[in-house]
């Protein structure tokens, strides 16, 4: 059972709007930053958005995190064939002094 | 730009050591964390720990009784020893830049290594 809870799926069309929620509590998400990977089928994770809602370079502006109270969300743009992947939330944890992922959410491109 | 590579047995038997290794290439290690993060089959990600390159280390107390990672600077390498293995140490094992340090320490890896499974079975 992870700390952050995500939906394990997702799903949507070509050039759609999908969002991905991330769900935490006062401990993790609700006082701390919120980052999210993307992993392609068969290969490492890799940053999407750091400390919130910041893309590192490279990273396209379809992909856009935010964040309110104990939750987060991302939110895809455009979707692209290429979107499909694992998606996970990751953030600090006061409470247990680790840095705690979410279970990931599977994202399909129909 | 800075590349990860793990290395290590593919295989461990319970209860004996895993011993990794990640190098570092394009870059140096110094002045910077490292991290090591793994995944169980078909399962989510979870951080083991970090070392800064002078060799202070940060644990994830779910594992901090059996975790020790070590750096060889003269070798760009850092490395991970989990002690007492069971079937539920079996994962592809991740080593990472880790930027997210300040305290409190966040979850802020990048790049990563491309990974390396680790089963653990007798």
């Known amino acids: 059972q992870s700390v952050l809870t995500q939906p394990p799926s997702a799903s949507g069309t070509p050039g759609q709007r999908v969002t991905i929620s991330c769900s935490g509590s006062?401990?993790?998400?609700?006082?701390?930053?919120v980052y999210w990977y993307q992993q392609l089928p068969g290969t490492a994770p890799k940053l999407l958005i750091y400390?919130?809602?910041q893309r590192p370079s490279g990273v396209p502006d379809r992909f856009s995190g935010s964040k309110s109270g104990t939750s987060a969300s991302l939110a895809i743009s455009g979707l692209r064939s290429e979107d499909e992947a694992d998606y996970y939330c990751?953030?600090?944890?006061?409470?247990?002094?680790?840095?705690?992922f979410g279970g990931g959410t599977k994202l399909t491109v129909l | 730009q800075v590349q990860l590579q793990e290395s290590g047995p593919g295989l461990v038997k319970p209860s004996e050591t895993l011993s990794l290794t990640c190098t570092v290439s394009?870059?140096?290690?110094?002045?910077?964390?490292w991290s090591w993060i793994r995944q169980p089959p078909g399962k989510g990600l979870e951080w083991i720990g970090y070392?800064?390159?002078?060799?202070?280390?940060n644990y994830n107390p779910s594992l901090k009784s059996r975790v020790t990672i070590s750096v060889d600077t003269s070798k760009n390498q850092f490395s991970l020893k989990l002690s007492s293995v069971t079937a539920a140490d079996t994962a592809v094992y991740y080593c990472?830049?880790?930027?997210?340090?300040?305290?409190?320490?966040?979850?802020?890896?990048?790049?990563w290594g491309q990974g390396t499974l680790v089963t653990v079975s007798s």
């Open positions: 006062s401990s993790n998400i609700g006082s701390n930053y």
């Open positions: 990751a953030a600090w944890d006061d409470s247990l002094s680790a840095r705690v």
């Open positions: 400390r919130n809602n």
């Open positions: 394009g870059g140096s290690i110094s002045s910077y964390y």
């Open positions: 070392i800064y390159y002078s060799g202070s280390t």
């Open positions: 990472a830049r880790d930027w997210g340090v300040s305290p409190p320490p966040q979850p802020w890896f990048d790049p």
